[in-house]
């Protein structure tokens, strides 16, 4: 897996692009240029990190429409669209849908780089939260059912007694069930665990199973 960013550049037109490859590369980062929304878009391998730089007036789709085919794909890379026909309608619905940053043609070099710059922390952002999503599913996962019958109801506050007459088990079956599951969520506490569950978006609430 690639974890050096790359900032992805779509214009038609060549000088556009290479000017702010030039920009990227003066920046000691690496930049491909596509000619085309669709042929980034045939390119692109889901996962690789970075950000998107594109101009709004294209051939094909436009630097809109990309976004929303990114959206529609479930592509998470932070977008920054440059234009030489800015309109408040434009910008507002760029920015509704997402858009780290608007810039006008003829733009600032410092301006570009700093939406580079806040784009790619945006996306180092949701790749580690993605992770920690990951992990935390792997570890809900190592759970046997019983022991996730017991998660379901610790989270829900329900006392070790309160737990051992819902499942019709011994109070010491639950606290050994309890145990592995602190030990298999790697968590300290109920609080911790109450977090760990909020973080996954998971639902908390009984799964069927011996």
């Not at 070099?109 to 990951?134: F, G, K, M, P, Y």
């Amino acid at each position: 897996m690639e974890t050096e960013p790359t900032i992805f550049v779509v214009d038609d037109e060549e000088q556009s692009r290479a000017s702010v490859c030039a920009l990227v590369q003066s920046m000691g980062m690496q930049a491909e240029s596509f000619s085309s929304a669709e042929q980034f878009l045939g390119s692109y391998r889901e996962g690789r990190p970075g950000c998107l730089v594109t101009d709004v007036r294209m051939p094909g789709l436009n630097g809109l429409e990309l976004q929303e085919e990114l959206q529609r794909r479930d592509i998470g890379l932070p977008l920054i669209v440059i234009t030489a026909y800015a309109r408040t309608s434009l910008t507002v619905r760029a920015v509704q849908r997402g858009a780290v940053a608007v810039l006008d043609k003829p733009y600032e070099n410092d301006d570009l780089a700093e939406a580079i710059r806040t784009a790619l922390t945006q996306d180092a952002v949701r790749r580690s939260e993605q992770e920690q999503q990951r992990q935390i599913q792997r570890r809900i996962g190592s759970l046997t059912p019983s022991e996730r019958k017991v998660l379901d109801l610790m989270v829900r506050g329900l006392p070790n007694k309160s737990i051992a007459r819902r499942l019709n088990v011994s109070v010491r079956t639950v606290e050994s069930r309890r145990h592995a599951v602190f030990s298999k969520m790697q968590a300290p506490s109920v609080v911790a665990l109450m977090r760990v569950m909020m973080i996954a978006e998971l639902d908390a609430s009984p799964h069927r199973g011996a």
